[in-house]
């Protein structure tokens, strides 16, 4: 499954990052955006909702390719 996920993150042409310090999260924001965490809070939001669609895409697609394996393996 991990390779999966990390097929589908490579697919991903604007894939970004959460950094882990809260410095280098503001840090592409102009000053108005990071003077307004609001914003930065949402688009971390959104980061983690496309994170949590690529992990649910590779536990199915995992999950699929488990079960064909497994009628291939039951039929023959």
Do not use: C, P, W
């Amino acid at each position: 499954m991990h390779e999966l996920l990390l097929t589908l993150i490579n697919k991903e042409s604007d894939f970004e990052l959460i950094e882990g310090d809260s410095n280098d999260l503001t840090s592409n924001y102009n000053d108005d955006d990071a003077s307004n965490f609001s914003r930065v809070i949402e688009k971390n939001r959104k980061i983690l909702k496309r994170y949590q669609a690529l992990i649910r895409s590779a536990v199915t697609l995992d999950a699929l390719m488990d079960s064909e394996n497994e009628e291939n393996y039951t039929i023959k």
